[in-house]
C-alpha cells in the first residue's frame, strides 16, 4: 500500500466494541428521560437563528445548557447615578434610552451599538459591543439597568436588563448575593445565557438525581437540581462552592463509569490471550547478558508484566517513566517472552525516526540471541513490503517494529503475543483496538503502551483509566544529572563558544529549533535557514546536520546515521527528536525558543544528553520577557524529576489550556479542573470500585441514569465528545 493514501479502519477483533448502552447494562428508569433531550428551540424566546448561534458555541440541548455552568461570581456593582459614574469603575446605572442607532464601522467582525441614556442626574453614551441585535431592545422611552464601566468612548455596557423584566425572569442584576458571570459564547451574549439557564433550571426542578444517593450522603454533596441552579443563580452568601463541587464530582464520576465500562467490556468480550508460560530459554540468558543489572523498579515493572502474561486473557498496561529510565528495555523482555513461546512480538511507534532508532537499538540489545527482527513502515518499498507482509503470516520474524503501517489491512501476523505501543499518548484508543485485532483469529494480543511523558497518578485515572498503570521513577544509576541553564539571546556567543568546545573535545550537541505553528513546509525552511545560519556563522568549522518532519524518511535516516556514527557533531532538528534518541556521546542541547515548548517537552528533550558517562547540559534560549513564560522555564532548570514537572506544568496553565490537556490526553471537563479537583477524582475512583464490587459490576439498576448521561458525553471510546 502506498504511503499516506488513507486505509480503511480494519475490524476491531470480535466486531464493534460495544457502545455505553450494552457496557451499562442497567435498565434506565430515570423519571426525567428525553427531557434533556429536548432541544432549546423548546424554550421561549429562542428561534432558529438563536438556536444555531447557540449550537455554534456548543449548546444544543438543554443538558447542554445546564452544564454551561458559569466559571466567574462577583458581587454586582454598586448603582451610580450616571453623573457620578467614575472612569474605568465597574458600576450600575438605572436609566431610560433617549436615543439609539447602530455605528457603522470598518473593521470586519465588529459590531457598534450606541445609545444616549439618562437618568435625573444626567446623560451618558453607552456602548455595546457585537451585540448588534440589542438595538431591538432600545426603544426610546425604555427603562434598563446597564452594568459595565465608563471608558473614554462612553459607558461600555457587560450586560443589560430591562428594569421592568424581574417577573418570572432571574434574578435581578442588583441582587446581594455574589453573582454568576455568565460569559458571552459565540454571538450570544450573558443577558441572553443568563435568562435562558434560568428557563432550564426551572425545566429541571424536578429533575431526578442521577447519582446514587448512597454517595451523596457518604460525601455530603447536594442534589443535582439544587447544584445546577445554585451555579447558575448562588442563592447563599457563600458562593456555590458546594454546588460546584458537587457538579465536578458527578462529571468525574461519570467519566470513571465509562472507563469501567471499557474496561468491563473487555472482560465481557471474555478476550482470550495466549498464556505466556514457556521456559525462559531465551529471556533469561539475555537478561543476564546485558551490560547493567535491572534497577528495584526494572524488576517490579518486569514482574507485574510477568503476572499479566500468563493469564489467559490479555494484558492492558501502561508503563510510564522518564525518557532513559529503561522501558524499552522492560518491553523487549515482554517481547522474548513471546518469541521463546514460539510466538510473534510488534513494536509501534510514532515516526519513522522513532521506528529505525528502536530497530538499531534492539538490534544492538539482541545480538547472539538469533532472534529475528523486521521493519515496516510507510517508505518501505513495495517489494521489501510483499516480502514482510509475506512473512509475517508465516510467523516470521520474531519482532516487527514499525509505524501506524502495521496497523493496516493486509498486515496479518501468523502469531502475534504481545503488542508494544511506544508513545502512547500519540495513538487513540481506535487505533490500540486495531492493533488488538492483528493477533490470530479468537485471540487478543497483550498490549504494553510506553510513556515517557510523566502524567501524575491523580491524572492517570483520567487519561488511562482503563489501563493498569505501572511507573519507573528512577534512572538507572550511573546517569549523570543533567544541568539546565535559562539564557537569552544576548548569551548567543557564550553558548555557542560552549558548544563549539564540546565538540572539540569530541562530543556531539543538539540544537532544537523554536517551535513554530506554521505548516510543515514553513518549519522544515526555518529548520534549514537555522542550519544554514550555525554552519556559517556560530558553529563555522564544524559538521553540522539536519532532520526536521518534512524530509524524505531516507533522507532523515542519513542524516541520524551520520549522527549516531559521529560523522555530524551537531544536529539541527525540530522536536522530531523529542523521543528515543538514543547518542551517549551527546553532551549539549540547545533548545531555542524555549519558551514556546511545554514543561514535559522540554523535559523530554532534555533527557536527550547525558545518556552516556559524559553528563548533560541543557540550555534553554529564550527572548521572552513574560513572567509565566519565566517562571516555567525556571521551574525546568530546578526540577529534575519528569512527574513533578508535569504536575507543576498543570498548575502554572492549568488543566483548561488546551495544549496541557492535549499533551496529557486529558479530557476537558466542564466543571471539573484538574489537578485541582484531584481529590474528588479519588473519591469518586473509591466511590465507584466500592459500588462496583458491592453490586458485582455495572449492571445494578441503579447505575442507569448513569448510562444515558454517558452517551450524551461520551464517544464510545471513552472520549469527550467535542472536548
Ligand atoms: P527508555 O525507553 O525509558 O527511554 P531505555 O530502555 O531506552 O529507556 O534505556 C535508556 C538507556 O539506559 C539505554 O542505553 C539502556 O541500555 C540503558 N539502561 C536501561 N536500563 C538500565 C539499567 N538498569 N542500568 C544501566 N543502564 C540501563
Ligand atoms: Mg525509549
Not at 470480535?14 to 430515570?30: H, Q, T
Not at 465597574?90 to 473593521?107: D, F, G, M, P
Not at 458527578?250 to 465500562?261: D, S
Amino acid at each position: 500500500m502506498a504511503a499516506g493514501r488513507p486505509v480503511a479502519p480494519p475490524p476491531f477483533a470480535g466486531g464493534e466494541p460495544p457502545g455505553f448502552a450494552d457496557l451499562l447494562k442497567a435498565p434506565v428508569r430515570w423519571p426525567t428521560h428525553g427531557l434533556f433531550e429536548r432541544p432549546l428551540s423548546d424554550l421561549r424566546g429562542i428561534g432558529p437563528r438563536l438556536e444555531q448561534a447557540a449550537g455554534e458555541a456548543g449548546v444544543s440541548t438543554v443538558l447542554d445548557l445546564l452544564w454551561r455552568v458559569p466559571g466567574a461570581y462577583g458581587e454586582s456593582p454598586d448603582r451610580s447615578p450616571v453623573s457620578e459614574l467614575v472612569v474605568g469603575e465597574r458600576s450600575s446605572v438605572a436609566v431610560s434610552v433617549i436615543s439609539a442607532r447602530r455605528v457603522r464601522v470598518r473593521r470586519r467582525g465588529l459590531s457598534v451599538v450606541e445609545a444616549v441614556v439618562g437618568d435625573d442626574s444626567g446623560q451618558v453614551k453607552a456602548v455595546w459591543f457585537n451585540r448588534h441585535w440589542v438595538l431591538e431592545q432600545l426603544q426610546p422611552g425604555r427603562d434598563l439597568i446597564l452594568e459595565g464601566r465608563l471608558e473614554k468612548k462612553g459607558f461600555i455596557v457587560a450586560e443589560h436588563q430591562a428594569a421592568d423584566s424581574s417577573s418570572g425572569g432571574p434574578p435581578g442584576l442588583e441582587g446581594e448575593m455574589p453573582r454568576a458571570r455568565h460569559s458571552s459564547g459565540g454571538e450570544i451574549g450573558p443577558a441572553r445565557w443568563r435568562r435562558w439557564s434560568w428557563q432550564a433550571c426551572e425545566l429541571a426542578g424536578d429533575m431526578a438525581d442521577p447519582l446514587p444517593s448512597v454517595l451523596l450522603h457518604r460525601r455530603s454533596l447536594p442534589g443535582a437540581a439544587a447544584s445546577i441552579r445554585e451555579a447558575h443563580f448562588p442563592s447563599s452568601e457563600g458562593g456555590p462552592g458546594a454546588a460546584r463541587r458537587r457538579l465536578a464530582y458527578q462529571e468525574l464520576f461519570l467519566h470513571q463509569v465509562v472507563l469501567a465500562g471499557l474496561r468491563e467490556g473487555d472482560n465481557a468480550r471474555d478476550l482470550q490471550a495466549v498464556p505466556l508460560v514457556a521456559a525462559p530459554t531465551v529471556s533469561d540468558s539475555w537478561l543476564a547478558g546485558l551490560p547493567f543489572m535491572l534497577t528495584g523498579e526494572q524488576e517490579q515493572a518486569r514482574a507485574a508484566i510477568n503476572a499479566d502474561l500468563v493469564r489467559p486473557h490479555p494484558m492492558r498496561r501502561l508503563l510510564m517513566g522518564e525518557v532513559g529510565s529503561g522501558k524499552t528495555v522492560v518491553a523487549l523482555w515482554a517481547m522474548l517472552r513471546a518469541v521463546e513461546s514460539g510466538r510473534q512480538a510488534a513494536l509501534m511507534a510514532p515516526t519513522e525516526v522513532l521506528v529505525e532508532q528502536h530497530a538499531s537499538t534492539i538490534a544492538r540489545l539482541l545480538r547472539g540471541t538469533g532472534v529475528k527482527l523486521g521493519v515496516l513502515t510507510g517508505s518501505s518499498t513495495v517489494v521489501q513490503r510483499r516480502q514482510i507482509l509475506a512473512s509475517i503470516r508465516k510467523g516470521e520474524p520474531s519482532i516487527l517494529i514499525g509505524t501506524q503501517a502495521l496497523l493496516e489491512d493486509p498486515v496479518r501476523f501468523g502469531s502475534l503475543s504481545v503488542c508494544v505501543v511506544d508513545e502512547e499518548h500519540r495513538f487513540g484508543v481506535r487505533q490500540r483496538a486495531r492493533l488488538d485485532s492483528k493477533a490470530p483469529e479468537g485471540e487478543s494480543a497483550h498490549l504494553l503502551h510506553l510513556s515517557a511523558t510523566p502524567i501524575p497518578r491523580t491524572l492517570s485515572l483520567t487519561s488511562y483509566g482503563d489501563l493498569d498503570v505501572t511507573s519507573i521513577r528512577e534512572l538507572p544509576s550511573g546517569r549523570k544529572p543533567v544541568t539546565t541553564e535559562v539564557v537569552g539571546e544576548g548569551d548567543r556567543d557564550r553558548i555557542f563558544e560552549r558548544v563549539r568546545r564540546e565538540v572539540a573535545s569530541g562530543r556531539q550537541a543538539f540544537v532544537i529549533c523554536p517551535l513554530v505553528e506554521e505548516s510543515d513546509s514553513i518549519k522544515a525552511r526555518a529548520a534549514e535557514a537555522e542550519a544554514e545560519r550555525l554552519r556559517e556563522e556560530d558553529l563555522a568549522g564544524c559538521e553540522v546536520g539536519l532532520v526536521h518532519g518534512r524530509m524524505a524518511a531516507d533522507r532523515k535516516e542519513i542524516a541520524m546515521k551520520a549522527f549516531e556514527e559521529g560523522r555530524t557533531d551537531v544536529l539541527v532538528a525540530t522536536t522530531v527528536v523529542e523521543v528515543g534518541i538514543d547518542v551517549p556521546n551527546a553532551t549539549v542541547i540547545v533548545i531555542e525558543g524555549a519558551e514556546r515548548f511545554g514543561l514535559s517537552q522540554l523535559h523530554q528533550l532534555r533527557g536527550r544528553v547525558g545518556r552516556g558517562q559524559h553528563g548533560g547540559c541543557c540550555l534553554l534560549m529564550t527572548s521572552s520577557g513574560s513572567p509565566v513564560a519565566r517562571r516555567r522555564l525556571a521551574a525546568v532548570a530546578a526540577e529534575t524529576d519528569g512527574f513533578r514537572l508535569a504536575e507543576i506544568d498543570l498548575e502554572i496553565r492549568g488543566e483548561g489550556e488546551a495544549t496541557g490537556t492535549r499533551q496529557h490526553g486529558l479530557p476537558r471537563f466542564r466543571v471539573a479542573r484538574l489537578p485541582r479537583d484531584a481529590e474528588l477524582l479519588e473519591a469518586a475512583r473509591e466511590d465507584l470500585d466500592r459500588l462496583v464490587a458491592e453490586h458485582n459490576g455495572l449492571g445494578w439498576p441503579g447505575f442507569g441514569p448513569m448510562s444515558e448521561l454517558a452517551r450524551d458525553r461520551f464517544d464510545r471510546t471513552g472520549a469527550i465528545r467535542g472536548g
